[in-house]
């Protein structure tokens, strides 16, 4: 049974570093084929991808926030973490961790979630 | 970066009638896309990848067809626990990333 948890501050300053960590069971990001990426959702808003991790500790971000984050992982954990420096009140929004999926067609889909943390971003 | 648009924003039918989504991409993405269903207070699930493949356990009222640019899901018939928000995603090759739409709200009229 696959299982993603994140965790993390639910209160960041503007200015501030936030650090997620994501708990993951059921897979092993050591597999070939294997991803876990973050993705969030401001209150009421669309879904945003933020960045991916894969077995081959090969990293990907978005170009809008590159500059920000930094994805890793402990194999040994069962753990990604995320940070995003320089938070700021529009980055409030539900951070959630979900595993990649490769299809037999080559497609690239997210196949399992975590239920998702909220983080907002206020003084 | 390919964008996916949805329509309509908004889409307000009665169950059992029949509901049918779109997503355009600004650019061809083949056959990889993929559809999520999200209801209030919870992560997305994914119901439909590579376009038209049912993920497991999807209900066989849930179709997807399309290819290139021009995308929809079909529920042939909803059922209560149907109405949520549906998001489509794709995954691009260069610059590597992944894109969703601004959803479509499915509600109850």
């Known amino acids: 049974q696959v299982t993603l948890r994140e965790s993390g501050p639910a209160l960041v300053k503007p200015t501030q570093t936030l650090t997620l960590t994501c708990t993951f069971s059921?897979?092993?990001?050591?597999?070939?084929?294997?991803?876990v990426s973050w993705v969030r959702q401001p209150p009421g808003k669309a879904l945003e991808w933020l960045a991916l991790?894969?077995?081959?500790?090969?990293?990907y971000y978005s170009t809008s926030l590159k500059t920000r984050l930094t994805i890793s992982k402990d194999t040994s954990k069962n753990q990604v973490v995320l940070t995003m420096t320089n938070m700021d009140p529009v980055d409030t929004a539900t951070y959630y961790c979900?595993?990649?999926?490769?299809?037999?067609?080559?497609?690239?889909?997210?196949?399992?979630w975590g239920q998702g943390t909220l983080v907002t971003v206020s003084s | 970066e390919i964008v996916l648009t949805q329509s309509p924003a908004t889409l307000s039918l009665s169950p059992g009638e029949r509901a049918t989504l779109s997503c355009r991409a600004s650019?061809?993405?083949?056959?990889?896309l993929a559809w999520y269903q999200q209801k209030p207070g919870q992560a997305p699930r994914l119901l439909i990848y590579?376009?038209?493949n049912r993920a497991t356990g999807i209900p066989a009222r849930f179709s997807g067809s399309g290819s290139g640019t021009d995308f929809t899901l079909t529920i042939s018939s909803l059922e209560p626990e149907d109405f949520a928000v549906y998001y489509c995603?794709?995954?691009?090759?260069?610059?590597?990333?992944?894109?969703f739409g601004q959803g479509t709200k499915l509600e109850i009229k």
């Open positions: 979900a595993r990649i999926r490769r299809s037999r067609d080559g497609g690239y889909y997210f196949d399992y």
């Open positions: 650019q061809s993405v083949s056959s990889y």
């Open positions: 991790i894969d077995w081959d500790d090969d990293k």
């Open positions: 590579d376009a038209s």
């Open positions: 059921g897979f092993s990001l050591s597999t070939s084929g294997m991803c």
């Open positions: 995603q794709q995954r691009s090759n260069w610059p590597p990333g992944y894109t």
